[in-house]
């Protein structure tokens, strides 16, 4: 397995991570989540983690190592930046172990980083300029972000204030626009996509927000405000932080809460589609097992079992 790489990609709530798992058990694989807020302990049934087999330091399941998952304190920040450093010592210690690495997750950010190998701006924190745009609204942020540069603005979460307070810091020092630097990772790569008609994953959205709401989603969020999580930090972690806090500040009825939430995952879902179109070399499937089985092995591993 060394310098073989299979990264699983698509849309929220297409079953990416059942998929990874039984392909990690079938080829001696290990998952990397790359999933920009499964890092945070704490944040369970919002972010559809995968169950945990036990207590134990690494997180397993159905017998399989992921990581990514649960490493980062939910009060703490972690970046894209973050994350490629972690992905990356992660692939190599799989490989040292003659494992297969499995990157699967639905941001493509994070995804993408790895792959192209982007270097980050090293720009240090200005406290000055923070403070003024800390006055702003989030859509007086992202106005003023698409104005100086278009390309951040549309890859970025508009209601997300700190991220857009960051790019904007980086904008604003740099005084110009720069071409995003790249060194891509040396690996043999195959990206399976994983994809289904926007009807049926209207479907699965429904139905596992249902679920996660049955399985005690609002709890969850009840527990962080307790814990002295502030509106701001839930609305900076998603969809199913901010909506769920707008219902327990009596803000949203549970119906209207349901409504808006539901509809809001599903734009979501169609942006990241949007984003995972514009990666080169996707095998597209149907979530089928003996179809990514068969592209697998006619690519990634065909000279391993000849």
Not at 153 to 182: F, G, Q, T, W
Not at 228 to 249: A, K, V
Not at 271 to 291: A, G, L
């Amino acid at each position: 397995m060394k310098n073989k790489l299979l990264v699983i990609i698509g849309a929220t709530a297409v079953g990416k991570s059942g998929l990874a798992i039984k392909i990690a058990k079938k080829y001696n694989g290990e998952i990397i989540s790359a999933d920009s807020r499964q890092v945070y302990r704490g944040l369970d049934l919002g972010t559809g983690k995968v169950k945990r087999d036990s207590d134990n330091e690494v997180f397993m399941s159905e017998g399989v190592i992921h990581y990514g998952i649960d490493i980062v304190d939910v009060k703490k920040q972690y970046n894209i930046s973050d994350f490629q450093k972690y992905c990356n010592k992660k692939i190599k210690e799989i490989w040292k172990k003659n494992k297969l690495p499995i990157i699967c997750g639905g941001s493509p950010l994070y995804v993408i980083s790895v792959l192209e190998g982007w270097r980050f701006p090293k720009t240090k924190p200005n406290l000055k300029l923070r403070k003024e745009l800390e006055q702003k609204s989030a859509n007086e942020l992202y106005l003023m972000l698409k104005k100086i540069d278009k390309n951040r603005s549309e890859n970025i979460d508009i209601n997300n204030r700190r991220r857009l307070i960051r790019a904007l810091e980086i904008v604003l020092e740099k005084k110009a626009v720069e071409p995003l630097n790249k060194k891509p990772i040396l690996a043999d790569i195959l990206i399976l996509g994983v994809k289904k008609n926007r009807e049926e994953v209207k479907e699965l959205i429904q139905k596992r927000l249902n679920m996660r709401i049955e399985e005690g989603m609002i709890d969850e969020v009840k527990n962080l405000k307790e814990k002295g999580m502030t509106s701001e930090r839930l609305n900076d972690l998603g969809l199913e932080y901010r909506y769920l806090n707008l219902y327990l500040e009596n803000k949203l009825t549970l119906d209207e809460m349901k409504k808006q939430l539901y509809t809001k995952i599903c734009q979501f879902s169609k942006r990241q589609m949007t984003w995972f179109k514009k990666f080169k070399n996707v095998n597209w499937i149907n979530n089928d097992f003996k179809e990514a089985k068969k592209i697998i092995e006619n690519t990634l591993i065909k000279k391993d079992l000849t």
